[in-house]
């Protein structure tokens, strides 16, 4: 029976993944043509499509510039990639960031919660909208050596500080026992270092970054190794409980190739062998890294660069297991971006520019030019679109996915007497001209029905006080079904200031008569605190005839309530309700 007890939300629920793909990869696509042709005709009207990345200064650019633009354009083109899997609407918000939050201060947490509940409010359009602007930065950071690279970056530190305040938990800087071989200080701070940097003009790069950045780094593994020795990191004990061994156990589980999950749980293995002695192990290689780092930040040394990048990569693979499977990955996790960033300030081996050195001519102007346009074109386009949506109502997806779609049918609606609130007979329909928006509630429930209430006032909220429309509630308790239980559930629940509400009642036998016509089951025992009853709702048309059948078993989360009010406005508009 739909809507007996709460169920947790498929992820990749057929409806939304249609709506997903239908919303990013043709609506959104189309759009994105119809501006990239747009931005094409200006440059070439302009005549910049011929100048594209032919500035001097872009032609000269630091080739530890070009190993960080490209690099970082290749993250967040992974990233956006990664965005388009299939969970990423209904997933993202409620099994990536909300449990991040739990352990943050209670103004970050604030935070966290809003932005979780815009995301559910409008899933598929940010979902969409989050994976375009990514690849379209990407694309231009990789693309423009020049003052369109420039402004990505700015794009990109920016939008990489909201990810990682936001997405991130503030990195994980809050968690007890956070550790940088799980994720600490968090992919997008990396991204968003990065992307300050490629903001800046070329000459204050060529002179401060190596420097800057070899010792930053360093501050970081510093900081790093501290909390490797913490006890509550989980690093010290061997066997089952060594912090590794449990977080390669949960990840090798997860689908994806043989040989690496094979690496994981090998990783896994030798950690409950070794206990401390690995945590020695990697103790020394973050001491030696950051020394290293710190002490030839003036001779710009390549050898502790390259112990960084080693130790990286390695345990990306074996401690992070990449970070890319799973279904709700949204990044490669921190070791990879710490290991570009670290070997971008490895010198330049020749003083020629790198664009000289691998950039065509054709690829530097007209045919980086078109690149560059479908990529700032999904970047106007994606930021158009999330703003767009968080200035509208909220979608209906969280609500069809939780329950299915409305069901349209047309037959005569049942008619039933009982008795309303004020102790006066009501009858379906006796109200000519209005449409009817009937529903089932439990006078003594707590738990379902409160947000069948809420959705009830906001949805009478949401047309103007005129209105045609009626709202019956039908007691749905065979022992808590008396007047004063009705007018005690309507006070409440806030429902005396609904206009044209009806909650009816009415003799037992009645009432079962209601429930048997309407579908609606009712199990209940005189031991039972509350029934157990069906939660639908059925829109009776001003003819009198039943037009809808919503199933509704009701998300008490705001984003699954504003949900559900889009539904049912939805539908009460097409029936001609304002």
Known sequence: MPGMSQRSIDLTNPFAVS???????VTMLLWIGVAALAFIVIAAASGRITRFNLSSAGLAEPLSRTYLRVGIGLLWLLDGVLQFQASMPLGLANAVVAPMSRSTPAALRTLIGYFVNLWNSHPITLASGVAWL?????????????????????????????????????????????????????????????????????ERFRNSFSLVTRRSLAVVLALAAVE???????????????ALTRMTSYMSAIEQPQWLASLVRGAGSIASTMGGGLNVVILLWLVVSALGLWLSAPLARRWPVYTVVAGCVVLWLVAQDTGLFGGLSTDVNTLAPLALVTWSVAPPRSGVSSSRRTLYRDVRNSAGSV???????????????????????????????????AKAVNAPAVPFTLTDQFSRAYTLGEHRGRVTLLTFL??????????VASQIAQVRHDFAANAKLDIVAVAVDPYHESLRDVRRYIDTQGLARVANFYFV???????????RDYGVSVVMTPSEAVSVHSNVMFIVAANGHLHWI?????????????????????LLVYEGVH
């Open 19 to 25: 709506l997903f793909r239908h919303a990013s990869l």
């Open 134 to 202: 990514e690849i379209g930065l990407g694309l231009l950071l990789i693309v423009s050596n020049g003052l369109t690279g420039r402004v990505a970056g700015s794009v990109s530190a920016l939008w990489a500080a909201l990810v990682w305040l936001v997405g991130e938990g503030a990195g994980g800087l809050f968690v007890h026992g956070a550790t940088i071989l799980f994720g600490w200080p968090g992919a997008a701070l990396l991204y968003a270092y990065a992307g300050v940097w490629l903001a800046l003009d070329y």
């Open 228 to 242: 490797q020795t913490l006890p509550a990191a989980g690093f010290w004990h061997g066997g089952p409980t060594n």
């Open 371 to 405: 690149v560059a346009a479908f990529a700032a074109a999904m970047v106007v386009v994606a930021s158009v679109a999330m703003g767009v949506a968080v200035a509208t109502g909220t979608e209906t997806t969280l609500f069809i996915a939780q329950n299915g779609p």
């Open 442 to 451: 439990d006078p003594n429930c707590s738990a379902s029905c409160p947000p």
């Open 505 to 515: 009642t009415g003799p037992r036998v009645a009432l079962r008569r209601v429930w």
């Open 550 to 570: 919503i199933p509704d078993n009701p998300l008490s989360s705001r984003a699954g309530i504003a949900s559900a009010v889009s539904e049912l406005r939805d």
